[in-house]
């Protein structure tokens, strides 16, 4: 990638808008300068001065990224190239070290500084005590058009990571039959994308499962993970693997028996839903809602409407969930180049259900998915 580039044109964007920006580690600033992210944690794990983390710039200065030992060292951030990397001691003040960093930028009276949206709580409370006249906007909304559009050199790795995505679905229908549990197959999904090449899955991986004697339970892990699958059930996949960092979103539909008639044609009507989604994705011409309303309109014709709980996508890129989004009332005209997910679906509480989602690319003549595999009803029998 060249990073050089993307700081150009993100401190043209902030010179406009901003005196001085700071991203936390984070999606926006691997983006920007190929700091790479971690696999996160369920808690906090945190080192003295850890508010301190991220990477400082302005239009005409590179960036600065001061890290606390622990996390330049043992997180092999200390290895990065092309950016200047000042270490915090266990000891040392993190509050002067940004002090430091801040008055060689010459910032004004009163600064504007942009910080990144997930910059913590923390962090913005040290700021304002250094920075008291300081006025806070946003440097992921500046930066967001340029990540909105990916390259075709972007749309290769995503490409990689659908392929990484559906080798490792493969290997995991091979493992499936009747009476495992949903643990166990969630357990396989996360071990063959690793075996395949990820870093892991990019969201925590989840099923959507369900059947008139296998009710569709949302929000319980602990609960829903013990439950075995026995005939007849359908079983819905939601997971994705990490390429370079980059997220990939990928949903197909199992079912465990003999699907009737009723079932198949479930499926059939997601598999039509999202086709013609996919086929209204024009650039230039259809808005976000547009595309969400092509699909919907499928399911909603052939008696399901109320069955399709959520919007038909979401842009997805080196984050899983990026604006803009494929739902109603979303006026964004969609551009060539653009990643989103489309991935409608039939959820019934207490009957059978079917989802599929693949990655698309927004082009001139409509949306070219990523992965194109496994597009009939799975029967395990």
């Not at 806070?136 to 967001?144: H, K």
């Amino acid at each position: 990638m060249d990073y050089n580039t993307r700081i150009e044109a993100f401190q043209t964007r902030l010179a406009e808008q901003a005196d001085v920006a700071f991203f936390p580690i984070s999606a926006d600033l691997q983006y920007l300068m190929g700091i790479p992210r971690d696999i996160p944690n369920f808690g906090a794990v945190i080192h003295p001065g850890a508010w301190l983390e991220g990477a400082w710039l302005t239009s005409k200065h590179p960036p600065i990224l001061p890290l606390p030992r622990m996390t330049a060292e043992f997180g092999g951030l200390e290895r990065i190239k092309g950016v200047e990397i000042r270490v915090l001691g266990d000891w040392d003040d993190p509050a002067q070290m940004v002090r430091d960093i801040l008055n060689g930028f010459n910032l004004p009276p009163k600064p504007r500084v942009a910080i990144g949206d997930k910059t913590s709580g923390e962090t913005i409370i040290q700021l304002q005590q250094i920075l008291p006249d300081a006025v806070f906007v946003s440097a992921t909304d500046i930066l967001r058009p340029l990540r909105v559009i990916k390259s075709e050199e972007e749309i290769a790795i995503m490409r990689r990571a659908g392929e990484i995505t559906e080798a490792a679905f493969k290997d995991v229908i091979a493992k499936l039959k009747h009476g495992m549990t949903e643990l166990e197959l969630i357990s396989e999904v996360d071990f063959q994308l690793r075996r395949h090449g990820s870093l892991g899955p990019s969201f925590v991986t989840s099923l959507y499962n369900s059947a008139p004697k296998h009710p569709l339970l949302f929000g319980d892990r602990m609960g829903t993970w013990k439950r075995v699958l026995n005939p007849p059930v359908s079983i819905l996949f939601d997971f994705g693997a990490i390429y370079e960092g980059f997220c990939y979103d990928f949903g197909r539909t199992a079912f465990f028996g003999e699907p009737n008639n009723e079932m198949k044609r479930i499926h059939q009507v997601v598999m039509q839903a999202q086709a013609a989604g996919i086929a209204a994705m024009k650039a230039g011409e259809v808005t976000a809602e547009a595309v969400d309303a092509a699909a919907r309109a499928v399911i909603e014709d052939a008696g399901y409407g109320a069955m399709f709980r959520h919007r038909l996508g979401h842009g997805i890129g080196m984050d899983v969930h990026e604006p803009p989004f494929l739902t109603q009332t979303d006026k964004t005209v969609l551009q060539a180049g653009m990643l989103f997910t489309v991935e409608p679906s039939i959820m019934q509480y207490h009957d059978f259900s079917a989802r599929v989602e693949d990655v698309v690319v927004v082009r001139a003549h409509g949306g070219e998915p990523l992965t194109m595999g496994y597009q009939d009803l799975i029967v395990v029998e």
